[in-house]
Nanobody, 115 residues
């Protein structure tokens, strides 16, 4: 099982980025996929999740209405579309999948929101 995030970078406030999490070794659509983020000196926090075959989604209040989580089953990839970015969104973003009660993590991708 492997998760690889990509798409991070430097963006100005109000801008957009799309993060990707490519999975290998398992079928992503059968499991919940979750994005977390960790800002410098802070704990890792929940951002958004997409669950199971019905693709039910949940978001942290801080990103609701600005971020959208989605999946492409053919590409075995989950995305996080981030709009109206704020400086407080600056963090390393991690992708997580729980497969057979085991948590798997990617190495993260850095998002920096700054003018």
């Amino acid at each position: 099982v492997q998760l690889v995030e990509s798409g991070g970078g430097l963006v100005q406030p109000g801008g957009s980025l799309r993060l990707s999490c490519a999975a290998s070794g398992f079928t992503f659509s059968r499991y919940a996929a979750t994005w977390y983020r960790q800002a410098p000196g802070q704990e890792r926090d929940f951002v958004a999740t997409i669950i199971g075959g019905l693709s039910i989604t949940h978001y942290a209040d801080s990103v609701k209405g600005r971020f959208t989580i989605s999946r492409d089953n053919e590409k075995n990839t989950v995305y996080l579309q981030m709009n109206s970015l704020k400086p407080e969104d600056t963090a390393v973003y991690y992708c997580n999948a729980r497969v057979s009660l085991v948590d798997y993590w990617g190495k993260g991708t850095l998002v920096t929101v700054s003018s």
